[in-house]
């Protein structure tokens, strides 16, 4: 297991309970391995409607489901389950992982994307943040991290109560880390999330903007807050 | 007979043949209609003539007596070619006329004959007794009966003389016809024979064949050079996907034998944990470029696809273009660079914002990556402008630049200059963005910005976009 999962698996309060629709059984039985040793229970069915059958009948707090599967399709298995007011959260898993593609998948009710071949930390991080939807945070007025704090309503940041003046998209960009505080955000999450991009810009942009906004809220002050994860990406913590 | 099925299996042919048998059921309704219409009318001629002639007799008859109306018959039917005249008493024994008998029954009724009927001649010198003629009968008060009639053989042998000249007529074109559709259905055959064996040639493998062109211009010279200009294309495209398969091959070859290599040297001297992990990073990260190789492969050739896979939707450039400049701004200040945006306030396109802004976030990065150093400070300038019907996004750089001979080159799948091999990169960030450029019908335009390169996207405007022409 790599560090990445470990260090999502202890950042983990709780353990979910997952459901991975996939017939691809080598693939299948690795994601049931790395999700049980991230502290979660998984569940694998191989084709779409046993999946629908397990998803309806049973809790789950995520769905993993593969677009193409025998008997019914991915979309198809997510379109049926919210017809039948399943609002579990879907992460879609494809091996077409073109924009349009993602588009299709989104719009059918799945709540995440991700292409294949995806690095398991990838994974891991996106199901993290997809489980703890339900408790939203969305509509909290402020975060908190240790001694960090950001005012959603007027954009004030403050560390230890000292402001810290920060560029709009510096503050999108910690209002997410923070928002998924304990949690861990890839490199690829946060492009998406809070610059809306789903391409691949090649060399590492995000770390730059990361190392910008990490020296201006770690600077002055003794203990880091903004931790990155090797192989995996950042995590919001504070230290205990 | 095979020759023939296949000349009747062609279109040309199969058409001259339904031609022709429209025309000869046309012949054939003319020569009946011509020759009954002429019968009618001299019919008609000599029906007129008997009835003024019989009633001159009448006159006769009436000035000098049945002896009178005799003598003149009897002088009238000496002259040469005279008409028909027979004039028998009650009993039907003939009195006068030259007539030497007649077919049974022409006299029973008064009045002109229904139908011809024939007779035989006094003093008949041509070998053929009996003729065809028409009357007209007269009953005389004293049960005497005067025929005067004509005779029919010049309007049979006049009809008999436009039927053959009509049917003479009918078989020349025929044969004429048939000879014509022999030679156009042949020389038409062979070509397409030639076209035939051609394409057949074409087919088992051998691209470089073309079909054959005589030069006349005809619609067979129009149909080959299209198709050669299709083959053309075609041959062009194979050689394009040649190229690459040999690119993928060579460009995923290399990072596999890498790869492989690194697994193998772990495997013979076994590393300790620290070195392993190493190891497995790095051959981590060899996996992550490969499949952003791909990624970027099957982007390209989704793009090429075409705009139907595309999702386009009207959106506002300058933003976006922002978005990109602020991603990258960082970056180009820790690569000792100055990112500079030039735009109007705002300028509405019809396009697709991810591949857009993916283009742009290319070419900033390639700017980025080839034309900073550490000692001066360089210069990139994104740059937005709109014109006549098109608009255009670039961004150039005061860089080392690209030769001119090398810039077509650079647009080529994996293609890199070699300066600029050891830098990591597939070779396909610029055909992506070529890509993009043409899905939205627009071209990838590089130039010299003397020095360093302008690459530019230009793309014509879309009528779809009401709010362009507002905008600054």
């Known amino acids: 297991m790599t560090e990445a999962a470990t260090e999502a698996a202890t950042t983990s309060t709780e353990s979910m309970r997952i459901l991975i629709i996939e017939d691809d059984r080598e693939a299948a039985s690795y994601l049931v391995k790395a ?92 199901i993290e943040v997809l489980g703890r939807r339900r408790g939203s945070k969305d509509v909290e007025t402020s975060y908190r991290v240790g001694d960090l704090e950001l005012d959603r309503l007027s954009h004030e940041v403050r560390r230890a109560g000292k402001p810290v003046v920060l560029q709009p998209r510096e503050y999108r960009l910690l209002e997410y880390l923070m928002k998924h505080a304990n949690q861990v955000v890839t490199r690829t999450m946060l492009l998406e999330n809070v610059w809306d991009y789903h391409f691949d810009p090649q060399t590492n942009v995000i770390d730059v903007h990361i190392s910008r906004l990490r020296s201006k809220i770690e600077r002055d002050f003794a203990t880091p807050i903004l931790h990155t994860v090797r192989g995996a990406g950042y995590i919001m913590r504070a230290e205990d | 007979m095979e020759r023939f099925r296949s000349l009747m299996r062609m279109t040309a042919v199969r058409l001259s043949a339904v031609y022709f048998l429209l025309f000869a059921v046309c012949a054939v309704v003319l020569v009946v209609y011509v020759t009954a219409t002429a019968s009618t009318i001299v019919e008609d001629q000599s029906r007129a003539a008997i009835s003024e002639e019989l009633a001159d007799l009448a006159g006769v008859y009436q000035q000098s007596g049945i002896v009178g109306l005799v003598r003149m018959i009897d002088r009238r039917a000496r002259q040469p070619g005279a008409s028909l005249y027979l004039v028998t008493d009650a009993s039907g024994r003939i009195i006068a006329g030259n007539v030497e008998s007649l077919q049974a029954g022409v006299l029973d009724d008064a009045g002109p004959t229904p139908d011809a009927f024939s007779y035989e001649r006094y003093s008949d010198e041509q070998g053929q007794r009996y003729h065809l003629a028409i009357a007209e009968v007269v009953s005389l008060p004293n049960g005497m009966r005067v025929l005067v009639g004509r005779d029919q053989s010049e309007q049979v042998r006049f009809r008999g003389v436009v039927q053959s000249a009509l049917i003479l007529a009918l078989a020349l074109m025929g044969v004429a016809a048939l000879i014509a559709w022999f030679f156009v259905g042949r020389s038409a055959l062979k070509r397409l024979d030639g076209v035939t064996g051609a394409s057949a040639r074409i087919l088992s493998g051998d691209l470089s064949e073309r079909l054959p062109v005589t030069g006349a211009g005809d619609e067979f010279d129009r149909l080959s050079d299209n198709l050669n200009t299709l083959l053309a294309r075609i041959s062009l495209l194979q050689e394009g996907l040649q190229q690459v398969s040999d690119n993928i091959a060579h460009d995923l070859r290399t990072p596999l034998t890498r790869l492989r290599t690194r697994a193998e040297g772990a495997l013979s001297a076994p590393p300790n944990a620290g070195e392993a992990r190493e190891v497995m990073e790095q051959m981590i990260a060899e996996c992550d470029q490969m499949i952003r190789t791909f990624d970027a492969l099957l982007m390209i050739s989704r793009v090429e696809a075409g705009s139907d896979q595309v999702l386009k939707s009207e959106i506002e450039l300058a933003a976006i273009a922002a978005d990109v400049v602020d991603l990258y701004e960082p970056l180009a200040e820790d690569a000792n660079a100055e990112l500079v945006l030039e735009a109007p306030a705002s300028l509405h396109v019809y396009a697709s914002r991810e591949l857009i802004a993916q283009a742009l976030s290319n070419l900033v990065d390639n700017a980025l990556k080839y034309a900073t150093n550490t000692e001066q400070k360089t210069r990139i300038v994104v740059r937005l402008s709109k014109s006549e019907g098109i608009w255009s996004l670039g961004v150039s750089d005061d860089g080392p630049g690209i030769p001119a001979e090398k810039r077509d080159r650079v647009l080529e799948r994996f293609y890199r200059l070699d300066q600029s091999r050891s830098m990591p990169g597939s070779g396909l960030g610029l055909s992506l963005v070529q890509a993009i450029a043409r899905v939205h019908g627009g071209k990838l335009v590089l130039e010299d910005a003397g020095p360093g390169l302008a690459v530019r996207l230009e793309v014509p405007r879309d009528e779809r976009v009401t709010g362009e022409r507002g905008d600054g």
């Open chain 1, 35 to 126: 999700l049980k040793e991230a502290g979660h229970v998984a569940d694998h069915t191989a084709d779409g409607e046993a999946g629908l059958h397990a998803a309806e009948t049973r809790d789950y707090d995520v769905l993993i489901v593969d677009r193409m599967l025998p008997k019914l399709d991915g979309l198809s298995v997510i379109a049926q389950l919210r017809g039948a007011g399943k609002l579990t959260p879907v992460l879609i898993l494809s091996a077409l992982g073109q924009v349009d593609d993602r588009v299709k998948g989104l719009r059918a009710g799945g709540d995440d994307y991700l292409s294949k071949p995806f690095a398991i930390s990838e994974l891991l991080a996106r």
